[in-house]
T-cell receptor
Protein backbone atom coordinates (compact mmCIF):
# COMPACT_ATOMS: atom_id res chain seq x y z
CA UNK A 1 0.00 0.00 0.00
CA UNK A 2 1.22 3.48 -0.79
CA UNK A 3 1.90 5.63 2.20
CA UNK A 4 1.54 9.38 2.43
CA UNK A 5 3.11 10.99 -0.61
CA UNK A 6 4.71 14.42 -0.50
CA UNK A 7 6.26 16.57 -3.19
CA UNK A 8 8.70 18.00 -3.75
CA UNK A 9 11.11 16.18 -1.44
CA UNK A 10 13.53 19.10 -1.50
CA UNK A 11 12.93 22.73 -2.31
CA UNK A 12 15.45 25.54 -2.41
CA UNK A 13 14.10 29.00 -3.07
CA UNK A 14 14.95 32.62 -2.55
CA UNK A 15 13.39 34.90 0.01
CA UNK A 16 10.19 36.45 -1.26
CA UNK A 17 9.27 33.60 -3.60
CA UNK A 18 6.08 31.57 -3.31
CA UNK A 19 6.45 27.96 -2.22
CA UNK A 20 3.80 25.26 -2.62
CA UNK A 21 4.10 21.92 -0.87
CA UNK A 22 1.86 19.03 -1.86
CA UNK A 23 0.50 16.01 -0.07
CA UNK A 24 -1.50 12.94 -0.99
CA UNK A 25 -2.83 11.17 2.12
CA UNK A 26 -3.36 7.43 2.44
CA UNK A 27 -6.52 6.44 0.63
CA UNK A 28 -9.48 6.19 2.99
CA UNK A 29 -7.97 8.31 5.72
CA UNK A 30 -10.28 11.00 7.07
CA UNK A 31 -7.79 13.35 8.67
CA UNK A 32 -4.76 15.18 7.34
CA UNK A 33 -2.14 17.13 9.24
CA UNK A 34 0.65 19.50 8.29
CA UNK A 35 3.65 19.72 10.62
CA UNK A 36 6.89 21.68 10.61
CA UNK A 37 10.09 20.36 12.20
CA UNK A 38 13.13 22.45 13.13
CA UNK A 39 16.02 21.85 15.47
CA UNK A 40 14.96 24.75 17.67
CA UNK A 41 11.23 24.08 17.95
CA UNK A 42 10.88 20.37 17.21
CA UNK A 43 7.75 19.05 15.52
CA UNK A 44 4.87 21.54 15.50
CA UNK A 45 1.35 21.05 14.20
CA UNK A 46 0.43 23.74 11.70
CA UNK A 47 -3.07 22.72 10.63
CA UNK A 48 -5.44 19.76 10.83
CA UNK A 49 -8.19 18.83 8.33
CA UNK A 50 -10.99 16.36 8.91
CA UNK A 51 -13.06 15.28 5.90
CA UNK A 52 -11.40 18.09 3.91
CA UNK A 53 -12.50 20.77 6.37
CA UNK A 54 -9.92 22.73 8.40
CA UNK A 55 -10.55 21.95 12.07
CA UNK A 56 -7.62 23.61 13.81
CA UNK A 57 -5.27 26.12 12.18
CA UNK A 58 -4.02 27.69 15.38
CA UNK A 59 -0.50 26.53 14.60
CA UNK A 60 -0.24 28.40 11.30
CA UNK A 61 2.48 30.94 12.01
CA UNK A 62 1.08 33.94 10.17
CA UNK A 63 -0.84 35.10 7.13
CA UNK A 64 1.99 34.13 4.84
CA UNK A 65 0.99 30.50 5.37
CA UNK A 66 -2.15 29.00 3.87
CA UNK A 67 -3.39 25.44 3.42
CA UNK A 68 -6.12 23.90 1.34
CA UNK A 69 -7.66 20.49 0.92
CA UNK A 70 -9.86 20.59 -2.19
CA UNK A 71 -10.62 16.86 -2.05
CA UNK A 72 -9.93 13.77 0.00
CA UNK A 73 -6.77 12.87 -1.89
CA UNK A 74 -4.88 16.15 -2.10
CA UNK A 75 -3.71 19.00 0.08
CA UNK A 76 -1.37 21.95 -0.38
CA UNK A 77 0.56 24.16 2.00
CA UNK A 78 1.56 27.48 0.53
CA UNK A 79 4.01 30.05 1.84
CA UNK A 80 3.92 33.47 0.24
CA UNK A 81 6.23 35.28 0.49
CA UNK A 82 8.80 32.88 1.90
CA UNK A 83 11.43 33.98 4.44
CA UNK A 84 14.68 32.35 5.59
CA UNK A 85 13.11 31.50 8.98
CA UNK A 86 10.64 29.25 7.13
CA UNK A 87 13.49 26.83 6.39
CA UNK A 88 12.47 23.51 7.93
CA UNK A 89 11.22 20.05 7.13
CA UNK A 90 7.49 20.05 6.46
CA UNK A 91 5.67 16.80 7.10
CA UNK A 92 2.20 15.80 6.04
CA UNK A 93 0.48 13.05 8.02
CA UNK A 94 -2.85 11.30 7.71
CA UNK A 95 -5.03 9.25 10.01
CA UNK A 96 -8.01 6.95 9.51
CA UNK A 97 -9.61 8.51 12.56
CA UNK A 98 -11.79 11.61 12.74
CA UNK A 99 -9.89 12.65 15.84
CA UNK A 100 -6.59 14.44 15.78
CA UNK A 101 -5.33 12.38 18.66
CA UNK A 102 -5.09 8.90 17.18
CA UNK A 103 -2.23 7.24 15.31
CA UNK A 104 -0.89 9.32 12.47
CA UNK A 105 1.10 8.16 9.47
CA UNK A 106 3.72 10.55 8.22
CA UNK A 107 4.96 11.23 4.73
CA UNK A 108 8.69 11.48 3.96
CA UNK A 109 8.66 15.26 4.31
CA UNK A 110 9.70 18.23 2.20
CA UNK A 111 13.01 19.81 3.15
CA UNK A 112 12.62 23.53 2.48
CA UNK A 113 15.54 25.93 2.33
CA UNK A 114 14.84 29.62 1.88
CA UNK A 115 17.95 31.64 0.99
CA UNK B 1 7.56 24.92 30.82
CA UNK B 2 7.36 22.72 27.72
CA UNK B 3 4.26 20.57 27.37
CA UNK B 4 6.38 17.46 26.83
CA UNK B 5 9.92 17.22 28.14
CA UNK B 6 12.54 14.65 27.27
CA UNK B 7 16.23 14.26 27.93
CA UNK B 8 17.77 14.94 24.50
CA UNK B 9 20.62 12.49 25.09
CA UNK B 10 22.44 11.09 23.28
CA UNK B 11 22.37 7.81 25.07
CA UNK B 12 25.36 5.81 23.87
CA UNK B 13 24.99 2.12 24.71
CA UNK B 14 26.63 -1.12 23.56
CA UNK B 15 24.70 -3.79 21.73
CA UNK B 16 22.78 -5.99 24.12
CA UNK B 17 22.35 -3.28 26.75
CA UNK B 18 19.09 -2.28 28.36
CA UNK B 19 18.25 1.41 28.11
CA UNK B 20 15.35 3.45 29.48
CA UNK B 21 13.97 6.83 28.51
CA UNK B 22 11.60 8.98 30.50
CA UNK B 23 9.30 11.74 29.44
CA UNK B 24 7.20 14.15 31.51
CA UNK B 25 4.10 15.99 30.37
CA UNK B 26 2.33 19.01 31.80
CA UNK B 27 -1.31 18.54 30.78
CA UNK B 28 -3.01 16.37 33.37
CA UNK B 29 -6.00 16.04 31.03
CA UNK B 30 -3.98 14.18 28.37
CA UNK B 31 -5.67 10.90 27.53
CA UNK B 32 -3.53 9.16 24.95
CA UNK B 33 0.18 8.54 24.87
CA UNK B 34 2.58 7.21 22.28
CA UNK B 35 6.21 6.62 21.47
CA UNK B 36 7.28 7.43 17.91
CA UNK B 37 10.65 6.62 16.41
CA UNK B 38 12.43 8.91 13.95
CA UNK B 39 15.50 7.82 12.02
CA UNK B 40 17.96 10.43 10.83
CA UNK B 41 16.44 12.53 8.03
CA UNK B 42 13.31 10.36 7.94
CA UNK B 43 9.72 10.76 9.05
CA UNK B 44 8.43 9.84 12.51
CA UNK B 45 6.83 6.40 12.75
CA UNK B 46 4.66 4.99 15.49
CA UNK B 47 6.62 2.65 17.73
CA UNK B 48 3.89 1.87 20.24
CA UNK B 49 0.95 3.26 22.11
CA UNK B 50 1.22 3.54 25.88
CA UNK B 51 -1.61 2.11 27.98
CA UNK B 52 -2.39 2.79 31.61
CA UNK B 53 -1.57 -0.76 32.62
CA UNK B 54 1.73 -0.72 30.77
CA UNK B 55 2.39 -2.71 27.62
CA UNK B 56 5.11 -4.67 25.96
CA UNK B 57 6.00 -5.27 22.33
CA UNK B 58 8.91 -7.63 21.97
CA UNK B 59 11.97 -5.94 23.41
CA UNK B 60 10.09 -2.70 24.08
CA UNK B 61 8.11 -1.93 27.22
CA UNK B 62 6.16 1.27 27.82
CA UNK B 63 4.85 2.46 31.16
CA UNK B 64 2.56 5.32 32.14
CA UNK B 65 2.41 7.00 35.53
CA UNK B 66 -0.55 9.37 35.50
CA UNK B 67 -0.06 10.57 39.07
CA UNK B 68 3.46 11.77 38.32
CA UNK B 69 2.70 12.58 34.69
CA UNK B 70 5.52 10.65 33.17
CA UNK B 71 5.94 7.99 30.53
CA UNK B 72 8.82 5.62 30.11
CA UNK B 73 10.21 3.40 27.37
CA UNK B 74 12.48 0.46 28.12
CA UNK B 75 14.47 -1.22 25.37
CA UNK B 76 16.04 -4.56 26.21
CA UNK B 77 18.83 -6.29 24.29
CA UNK B 78 19.58 -3.20 22.20
CA UNK B 79 20.36 -3.70 18.52
CA UNK B 80 22.35 -1.48 16.19
CA UNK B 81 19.10 -0.90 14.31
CA UNK B 82 17.55 0.68 17.41
CA UNK B 83 19.73 3.75 16.87
CA UNK B 84 17.26 6.58 16.29
CA UNK B 85 15.50 9.45 18.02
CA UNK B 86 12.57 8.45 20.21
CA UNK B 87 9.73 10.96 20.43
CA UNK B 88 7.36 11.01 23.37
CA UNK B 89 3.86 12.05 22.26
CA UNK B 90 0.82 13.05 24.31
CA UNK B 91 -2.57 14.40 23.40
CA UNK B 92 -3.15 18.10 23.85
CA UNK B 93 -6.86 18.61 23.75
CA UNK B 94 -9.25 16.98 21.28
CA UNK B 95 -7.39 17.73 18.13
CA UNK B 96 -3.69 17.60 18.76
CA UNK B 97 -0.75 15.39 19.35
CA UNK B 98 2.07 17.16 21.17
CA UNK B 99 5.52 15.84 20.31
CA UNK B 100 8.50 16.00 22.59
CA UNK B 101 11.83 17.06 21.14
CA UNK B 102 13.08 13.49 21.28
CA UNK B 103 15.80 11.43 22.92
CA UNK B 104 18.67 10.28 20.74
CA UNK B 105 19.86 6.70 21.10
CA UNK B 106 23.11 5.46 19.59
CA UNK B 107 23.81 1.73 19.89
CA UNK B 108 27.41 0.76 19.15
CA UNK B 109 29.02 -2.63 18.48
Amino acid sequence: DAGVIQSPRHEVTEMGQEVTLRCKPISGHNSLFWYRQTMMRGLELLIYFNNNVPIDDSGMPEDRFSAKMPNASFSTLKIQPSEPRDSAVYFCASSPSDRGTDTQYFGPGTRLTVL
Amino acid sequence: RKEVEQDPGPFNVPEGATVAFNCTYSNSASQSFFWYRQDCRKEPKLLMSVYSSGNEDGRFTAQLNRASQYISLLIRDSKLSDSATYLCVVTGGYNKLIFGAGTRLAVHP
